[in-house]
């Protein structure tokens, strides 16, 4: 399958996950009968939230290699070195919080705000001669990666 069929195919998931989304949401509020609090607690609003993070991060690993900015796993680099060859990661970990008492959805603007600055980032290394071959954004707490075999078994 061609990176953009598996563009393609992603964007048609995420699109999917929106509408599902918004039906729990439109359900979810027809059924608490304009209780904010019984809406937001109910646990199929953060099940269709998940799954939409999960459809746009497939999206999103989708779209890199279609821009050129990933290199597929076993694939030789540009200088024809493999992956493990002179490649490390990076990571930067922010915790944000809204300030006095704000939304939580404001929260959705600073993830936004943090794709955004990696997309820059991920520009600007390859701007500078370097070759991204991952990237991601993520929220929630950093899987980091483990020197053992438990740790490396538990991110799988």
């Not at 061609?2 to 439109?26: I, K, Q």
């Not at 991060?57 to 989708?62: L, R, V």
């Not at 944000?96 to 997309?119: F, I, N, S």
């Not at 020197?147 to 991110?155: F, G, K, N, P, T």
């Amino acid at each position: 399958m061609t990176n953009a069929a598996v563009l393609s195919s992603a964007m048609r998931e995420l699109h999917a996950a929106v509408d599902a989304w918004h039906a729990v949401v439109e359900g979810v509020a027809a059924e608490s009968e304009d209780d904010a609090t019984e809406a937001l607690a109910d646990p199929r609003l953060e099940a269709a939230q998940d799954a939409f993070y999960e459809k746009l991060a497939a999206f999103e690993s989708a779209t890199l290699p279609v821009l050129g900015l990933v290199a597929l796993e076993g694939e030789a680099t540009a200088d024809g070195l493999e992956l493990d060859d002179a490649v490390d990661d990076f990571s930067i970990h922010l915790v944000v919080r809204v300030p006095g008492d704000g939304p939580r959805q404001r929260l959705e603007e600073a993830m936004d705000l943090v794709a955004e600055a990696g997309t820059d980032v991920g520009a600007r290394l390859t701007a500078a001669g370097f070759q991204v071959l991952e990237m991601a954004t993520t929220r929630g707490e950093m899987a980091l990666r483990g020197d053992d075999e438990d740790d490396e078994e538990d991110l799988r």
